[in-house]
């Protein structure tokens, strides 16, 4: 296992509600990520971040925020969920001195 | 536009048979190419290929990446029921260097 975790694991929620998805690495890396995955798309990037309060849009990031004030922690908020955002989502992390992204369980979200 | 492409997005086997995955990729600033096994959790890594003719081997699995030609294949040799899954593909590159997936290729092997 790559050291990640994701919380919750399942959310039911209902639209206009605000959302966070919360990740946590137990490796020290640098470079963390949120994708979301859907049928016919398949993974596309959220918003990633190069280190403690650097963070940076990535193909789909209209209508979501990310926090990261501790290494260890990529905070990904959905400020007012709509059913467009139902998705699992997935974080992960940019292991070591190689490119190789390792993906936490996921989150699925469910916007009603 | 930077983009991936895995063919084919799906292909049904029979155990013992051997199938080939394909990935064409179309990324300015290329740097690597990662193939991934995605069953019904997260990804989980198979290879990084950086080097073109080198092929990369673990077990019944094995890739190779043409960088003239700008594609990769996966190969699975004597499929398992186990191998059943949905493989990516996915490069590093354009203009952020954030990886770029392909949509997938979902494999179903028969008993």
């Known amino acids: 296992d790559a050291g990640i975790t994701q919380s919750p694991r399942h959310k039911v929620t209902e639209t206009g509600t605000p959302v966070t998805l919360r990740c946590h690495q137990t490796?020290?890396?640098?470079?963390m990520y949120w994708y979301r995955q859907d049928p016919g798309h398949g993974l596309r990037l959220i918003h990633y971040s190069y280190g403690v309060k650097d963070t940076d849009k990535g193909e789909v990031s209209d209508g979501y925020s990310v926090s990261r004030s501790k290494t260890e922690d990529f905070l990904l908020t959905l400020e007012s969920a709509t059913s467009s955002q139902t998705s699992v989502y997935f974080c992960?992390?940019?292991?070591?001195?190689?490119?190789?992204?390792?993906f936490g369980p996921g989150t699925r979200l469910t916007v009603l | 536009e930077d983009k991936v492409v895995q063919s084919p997005l799906s292909l049904v086997v029979h155990e013992g048979d051997t199938v080939t995955l394909n990935c064409s990729y179309e990324?300015?600033?290329?740097?690597?190419l990662l193939w991934y096994k995605q069953e019904k959790k997260a990804p989980t890594f198979l290879f990084m290929l950086t080097s073109s003719g080198i092929e990369k081997k673990s077990g019944r699995l094995s890739s190779i990446l043409d960088k003239k030609e700008l594609f990769s294949i996966l190969n699975i040799t004597a499929t398992q029921t186990g191998d059943s899954a949905v493989y990516l593909c996915?490069?590093?590159?354009?203009?952020?260097?954030?990886?770029?997936f392909g949509k997938g290729t979902k494999l179903s092997v028969k008993p």
């Open positions: 992960a992390i940019m292991g070591g001195r190689t490119d190789t992204q390792y």
């Open positions: 490796e020290n890396h640098r470079y």
């Open positions: 990324v300015t600033n290329f740097r690597s």
């Open positions: 996915a490069d590093y590159g354009g203009s952020q260097g954030n990886l770029i």
